[in-house]
């Protein structure tokens, strides 16, 4: 499948600061990709919609301020976790349509990112 | 709206036995994809397998096989001769598709944790 990749694999931060994560399609261009998040021991919930150039679309009850997404390239999204407190330790992780759209990458998840805030 | 279903929290058996996941799902679009996932304990969502709404066909892949019927919508997924290695959390999920064969963002199940016990 698609090969979508995701760093870091994990990260420890203080309450308070800032955490970015990246989301790379490596084979292919995206304009489009998906963040989810997955609190422990529960589904995955998609957090929001990342437009290649343009803002991202949240879904309802994800505060757009506390969780900024920039997708600045075909390639390449970004979630950062601003101000970040223990609430929002949880597994982040995304996947991406192939600018073609016909492929099913969209399927193929990244390897995720779990955040812990302490 | 799409919601997915699996009302099977835990799963354990022995290994070698044979297990069905099951997953109902809801949808007013006429043209929609499923998928199942496996989720092991380090994270990584494992792609299994997608199903376009129009094709209805069983399909078998080596020990696994997934009953796809429209009529009940659901989708269940079994896993002949268990081995220790099938122990994850599986999880279906839904789709709508656009055109061009893409898929929407993908809705989850609350997910089936199976335990294969030697």
């Known amino acids: 499948g698609a090969v979508v990749s995701q760093h870091p694999s994990w990260v420890i931060c203080k309450s308070g600061t800032s955490v970015k994560i990246e989301c790379r399609s490596l084979d292919f261009q995206a304009t489009t990709m998906f963040w989810y998040r997955q609190f422990p021991k529960q589904s995955l919930m998609l957090m929001a919609t990342?437009?290649?150039?343009?803002?991202?679309?949240?879904e309802q009850g994800v505060e757009k301020d506390k969780f900024l997404i920039n997708h600045a390239s075909l390639t390449l999204s970004t979630l950062t976790v601003t101000s970040a407190h223990p609430e929002d330790s949880s597994f982040y992780i995304c996947?991406?349509?192939?600018?073609?759209?016909?492929?099913?990458?969209?399927?193929?998840f990244g390897q995720g990112t779990r955040l812990t805030v302490v | 709206a799409q919601k997915v279903t699996q009302a099977q929290t835990e799963i354990s058996v022995v290994e070698k036995e044979d297990v069905t996941l099951d997953c109902v799902y809801e949808?007013?679009?006429?043209?929609?994809?499923l998928f199942w996932y496996k989720q092991p304990p380090s994270g990584e969502l494992v792609f299994l397998i997608r199903?376009?709404?129009?094709?209805?066909q069983n399909e078998i892949s080596g020990r696994y096989s997934w009953n796809f019927q429209k009529s009940t919508s659901s989708f269940n997924f079994t896993i002949t001769a268990s081995q220790v290695v099938d122990s994850a959390v599986y999880f279906c999920a839904l789709s709508e598709a656009l055109y061009g064969g893409a898929t929407n963002k993908l809705i989850f199940g609350t997910g089936t944790l199976l335990a294969v016990q030697p």
């Open positions: 949808t007013r679009d006429t043209t929609y994809y």
């Open positions: 996947s991406a349509r192939d600018i073609q759209g016909n492929r099913n990458t969209e399927a193929f």
């Open positions: 990342s437009n290649e150039g343009s803002k991202a679309t949240y």
């Open positions: 199903r376009n709404s129009f094709d209805e």
